[in-house]
């Protein structure tokens, strides 16, 4: 969701967001760096232009604040986002972000 989005949410329904606020806020200081993996980078080049514009627009926002990504489970540090029917599943070692392969949900699924 974008930050406009999230505003014109808070003021319609008087709700805040206090998660995202707590942790930008906490973490503004950190400059993260992206580090794609050679698979990554594979399959970024087989996608459509389409689908790469949204991967650019999730991968500013992981820039941003990796932290605030859903965690995967049994793996620490790691996170993923999802965009249309891809995960891009990333680690965050101190202020860096290891990109690593991206799947697509309907082979997670099965």
């Known amino acids: 969701m974008s930050r406009r989005n999230l505003r014109e949410l808070s003021q319609a329904t008087g709700l805040r967001d206090f998660r995202e606020s707590e942790n930008r806020s906490r973490n503004s ?33 992981i820039k941003e604040n990796p932290l605030l990504s859903k965690p995967l489970k049994h793996e620490p540090n790691c996170y993923s986002e999802r965009i249309v029917n891809y995960r891009i599943v990333f680690e965050v070692k101190g202020s860096e972000v290891i990109l690593y392969q991206q799947l697509c949900c309907c082979a997670i699924d099965q």
């Open 29 to 61: 200081a950190i400059r993260y760096t992206l580090r794609p993996t050679s698979d990554f980078l594979k399959e970024l080049e087989k996608l459509d232009k389409s689908i790469k514009d949204l991967v650019a627009k999730k991968l500013e926002r």
